[in-house]
């Protein structure tokens, strides 16, 4: 908790507070004392004075709750369509394992030949269908980011094109179930230090650097030690690398042997049949076979990774939905209390109406027509605001416009329905006013 924003939030409560018990204090103190002192002025003065500011509170709290729930909507939406969107890979029934070597003990190539031991170990555990490994993973906040000469086809020749880059093992993209749109997967024969430099695409870097060609046999200059060319000997499905709300980034893949660099994040990602987190202790004790003193330091499912990916945007649709309930409840609760007053107030005239010959339902109209037109106004103010305060949500939200329409209808129809509930009590209550009790109110 931090104690500036405590004690700005306390001292806010308490002005409001303070503010709120004056406004009754300062209507009261201007009443006039001897109209007030009249049976007919004390009904009309209370009518006409403290009435009027207690609509304009209604109003202003329908207003304020619809353009809440707006808010709340279109973020809780931008959530939802960011949980359904899809990643390029299948999160689904995967377990992900991160296994940093200890540098003292390991040298590169003595890294790579514990990975691919450990790899053979966590195929052989039941349950397992695929297994496969990353220097980092998509959605965890890192990739590698590699320097390529231009594209031949562009003008800027001179300058280097900033790509990502992934040192994965072969299976890896079968784990993760990245279809390959042509070509083949990396062979473990080319999974070695001296083996010829080979590498794997997806389509935006095939897009940028072979618009309308074939990528399979295209030769790629760096990427390679000694600036040798990399044999381009598959491409791959696009798949999102920081967040579920990001573009694919053109992505160059490379055997994890021929680059063993940045083993303080390598993850295994296996894909089992049932529940992933069932071959957790299996996981571990694998590790321990292969070396009693490796720790494992890390081990989630992908849906995991995915879901604390999008935290922020569940936080924010989460808070700003509690808020909005609450400021509906809040409103419904201001159009009770106000029509239940006027009804007390007004019980004198209701019993007059009723031995003049008005019906209940007279009665009842009278008293929903005027919460009706208090929560349609609030409902008209409420949308102009909405209108304007959502366009500062367009930054947040995904996969829905700041002005979708179904949402505004559908959540001003919301507080219409939720407004005549809170309507229809004190109405009630109106027709059943007797009116020779009535008469004899005041």
Not at 131 to 137: K, R, S
Not at 196 to 220: S, T
Not at 222 to 246: E, I, L, R, T, Y
Not at 368 to 396: C, D, F, I, N, Y
Request: aromatic share 6%; glycine share 6%.
């Amino acid at each position: 908790m931090n104690l500036t924003a405590f004690a700005f939030t306390a001292a806010l409560s308490l002005l409001t507070g303070a503010v709120v018990g004056l406004l009754p204090a300062l209507r009261v103190s201007s009443l006039n004392l001897s109209e007030s002192l009249k049976e007919h002025g004390r009904t009309s003065a209370a009518m006409a004075g403290g009435s009027r500011l207690q609509r304009v509170l209604v109003v202003s709290e329908v207003a304020l709750a619809l353009a809440l729930l707006v808010g709340a909507g279109l973020m809780i939406q931008s959530f939802q369509h960011l949980e359904t969107t899809p990643t390029g890979f299948n999160p689904d029934h995967l377990l992900t394992v991160r296994v940093p070597l200890m540098s003292y003990k390991y040298s590169q190539p003595q890294s790579a030949d514990f990975y691919r031991e450990l790899l053979q170990r966590i195929k052989a555990i039941p349950g397992v269908k695929s297994v496969g490994m990353a220097n980092n993973l998509p959605f965890t906040g890192f990739h590698l980011s590699l320097d390529l000469p231009a594209p031949p086809n562009t003008a800027s020749r001179s300058g280097p094109v900033r790509i990502a880059g992934r040192s994965v093992s072969p299976g890896y993209f079968r784990a993760m179930q990245i279809p390959f749109i042509s070509g083949r997967d990396f062979t473990e024969s080319e999974n070695q230090k001296d083996a010829p430099c080979v590498r794997i695409v997806n389509q935006a870097m095939a897009r940028l650097y072979w618009p309308g060609e074939i990528a399979i046999g295209k030769q790629l200059r760096g990427p390679c030690p000694n600036d040798a060319p990399a044999a381009v000997v598959g491409v791959v499905a696009d798949s999102k690398q920081d967040s579920a709300d990001s573009e694919p980034l053109p992505e160059l893949y490379e055997p994890y042997a021929q680059h063993p660099f940045a083993s303080f994040l390598v993850t295994f990602v296996i894909r089992t049949a049932s529940n992933p987190t069932d071959v957790a202790a299996a996981v571990r004790q694998a590790v321990q076979q292969v070396d009693s003193d490796q720790p494992v330091i890390q081990m989630r499912t992908m849906q995991d990774v995915v879901s604390e990916s999008i935290w922020r945007q569940h936080v924010s649709a989460s808070m700003l939905g509690l808020f909005a309930a609450i400021a509906l409840v809040l409103s419904a609760v201001g159009i009770y209390g106000v029509l239940s007053y006027s009804v007390s107030r007004r019980t004198h005239e209701i019993g007059i109406r009723s031995a003049l010959g008005a019906a209940r339902r007279d009665i009842l109209r009278m008293v929903v027509g005027e919460g009706l037109l208090l929560t349609l106004m609030g409902v008209a103010v409420g949308l102009a605001v909405a209108l304007t305060l959502t366009r500062l949500l367009t930054g947040l939200l995904y996969g829905v416009r700041p002005t979708d329409p179904l949402t505004f209808v559908s959540l001003a129809l919301l507080v219409i329905v939720v407004a005549l509930l809170a309507v229809y009590i004190p109405a009630r209550r109106a027709t059943k006013v007797d009116p020779m009790v009535a008469l004899r109110y005041e």
